[in-house]
């Protein structure tokens, strides 16, 4: 416990820098936080800060953020809800418990979600019918990428959020279908879609191509691990195809890739481009 409080203590530093009150309420949530679930550990259910309920749980790591956090995600949240509207509809590709998909029940009527860890599938369930949305929103267990197949995950017992496709035979796995989103989504909606695919992004993306060429997708928000994943999503785009679509990583528009220097863990977004001055006032 000691080592966690620590850590927690210099996260809070780094954000709370400049606050020493937010500092110190800060590392009593997380003091209360660590005790509760060494002890109780019941699960918790809250209002969070965009009105959505969540159930907070104490072998969660998304549970935590809210705890030291406060609003985990808040920017990327707020811009995706933006471009919701009656015909669009979320897609959120390793949607993990929820964060994205439960915390934006309000502003999306219909959702696609996909989740391979059973685990986090189940939770991803309970998060979303406690807001009263899972005959709305559509829950795959399974995987997303540039083809249709079957892909191997580790056997998990707990929501960990970064397991990915692997092919180590040492290790206890389960079998996951993989879907293309084109052959998913339907062809009379537009789109608002998050991925967090742990290094497979770029292959979800090209799984887009159809829905991309015909302008269906809005904006996407895809988690960047390396320069190699934006690369290739970068010439899937803009070399190999010619569609409307811009890449920010946040304020900044991507031209070229010449003086774009290595920075792991950047979240990217694709924007069509006549929605691209609506999302630069947001970010």
């Known amino acids: 416990m000691i080592s966690s409080i620590i850590n927690i203590s210099n996260q809070l530093l780094i954000r709370q820098s400049d606050n020493v009150f937010g500092f110190l309420k800060g590392l009593v949530l997380a003091l209360i936080w660590q005790l509760y679930k060494r002890t109780l550990g019941f699960p918790i259910i809250i209002e969070t800060y965009t009105g959505a309920l969540f159930i907070l749980r104490s072998n969660c790591i ?3 953020r809210f705890i030291y956090e406060g609003k985990p995600d808040e920017k990327y949240i707020r811009i995706l809800s933006f471009f919701a ?4 509809v979320f897609v959120d590709v390793g949607a993990n418990v929820g964060l994205y998909s439960a915390l934006m029940v309000g502003n999306f009527n219909k959702a696609i979600l996909f989740e391979p860890n059973p685990v ?3 939770m991803l369930m309970q998060n979303i019918a406690v807001n009263k949305k899972i005959n709305d929103y559509k829950i795959y267990e399974a ?3 540039a083809e249709e197949g079957q892909v191997s995950f580790p056997a998990l017992d707990n929501p960990l959020p970064t397991a990915s496709i692997t092919s180590d035979a040492s290790i206890d796995t389960i079998e996951r279908k993989m879907y293309r989103l084109d052959d ?3 062809d009379n909606e537009e789109f608002v879609i998050k991925i967090d695919a742990e290094g497979f992004d770029a292959e979800v993306v090209i799984g887009l191509s159809k829905k991309l060429e015909d302008g269906k997708v809005k904006i996407c928000l895809f988690e960047c691990h390396n320069l190699r994943i934006l690369k290739k999503v970068y010439d899937f785009l803009f070399v190999e195809n010619k569609y409307n679509y811009s890449i920010y990583d946040e304020s ?3 031209d ?3 003086d774009f220097t290595e920075k792991k ?3 990217i977004f694709i924007v069509r481009n006549d929605l691209a001055s609506e999302y630069l006032k947001l970010i």
Not at 85 to 88: A, G, I, V, W
Request: aromatic share 0%; proline share 0%; charged share 25%.
């Open 120 to 122: 986090a599938a189940t």
């Open 184 to 186: 998913v989504l339907g």
């Open 265 to 267: 863990n950047r979240d």
């Open 62 to 64: 998304t549970s935590s």
């Open 256 to 258: 070229v890739l010449d």
């Open 252 to 254: 900044r528009k991507i």
């Open 85 to 88: 509207s009656e015909n669009t």
């Open 143 to 145: 995987a997303v990428g």
